[in-house]
């Protein structure tokens, strides 16, 4: 589960870095679904994965930044941990 979600995080950074998000969306919606929502969703997902929790939003600021069309902060690079860091933390 673990490195799933560290290659999910490497995957969405490298595509939204590359300027390639849409790659992101599942082909069966990608022609239906609302282009600005899923970009606008992707970039604030990767405001939720930062390593330090102060460089990550609340939710209510979330919430803010999904229902309106303000510019978003850029995110960072995401931290990521491998099974082993976790062990070693532990």
Not at 68 to 83: I, S, V
Request: glycine letters at 4%.
């Amino acid at each position: 589960m673990i490195q799933m979600l560290t290659f999910m995080d490497t995957s969405a950074w490298k595509l939204f870095t590359d300027g390639r998000p849409l790659e992101l969306v599942s082909k069966s919606i990608v022609e239906t679904c609302n282009l600005f929502e899923a970009l606008r969703s992707i970039h604030v997902g990767l405001l939720c994965v930062q390593e330090k929790p102060e460089d990550r939003p609340t939710m209510s600021y979330v919430v803010l930044m999904l229902g309106n069309e303000d510019a978003l902060p850029r995110p960072k690079q995401p931290g990521f941990f491998t099974e082993r860091d976790l062990i070693e933390a532990a």
